[in-house]
């Protein structure tokens, strides 16, 4: 789980994902994932399978829950969790990722 803006949007043909490019925000749940966590102000690659959806717009702030895909890069498909970044959504993402740390 992660808040960023996204900088840029690459949509594709059709039979070809699309790519988003976010600033990273916050990380509020990365661990378990097995990956490095980059740091705060990092730009993150989100591979975008569906050209439609989810829907993203450049500059916009967005809390998004992705996985990873079968070649190790993010991937956000058109069912993953994704809504706009409001502020006071702050303390409750921090409140989950001080709870939930470890691997199931």
């Keep these: 789980v992660l808040t960023g803006t996204v900088k840029s949007l ?3 043909a059709p ?3 699309g790519w ?10 990365w ?3 097995g990956v490095p966590q980059p740091s705060k102000g990092a730009t993150l690659r989100l591979q975008l399978p569906c050209r439609s959806c989810p829907v993203l717009k450049k ?9 990873i895909g079968e070649d190790g890069g993010a991937l ?7 809504v706009p970044h409001r502020p006071q959504q702050l303390q ?13």
């Design 59 to 67: 500059g916009s702030s967005y809390v998004l829950m992705g996985r």
């Design 20 to 29: 988003a490019v976010l600033s990273i925000l916050n990380l509020h749940k």
């Design 10 to 12: 690459s949509r594709a």
């Design 76 to 82: 956000l498909p058109p069912e993953a969790f994704v």
């Design 92 to 104: 409750v993402l921090g409140n989950l990722s001080k709870r939930c740390r470890g691997t199931p």
């Design 31 to 33: 661990g378990a994932l």
């Design 15 to 17: 039979q070809e994902p």
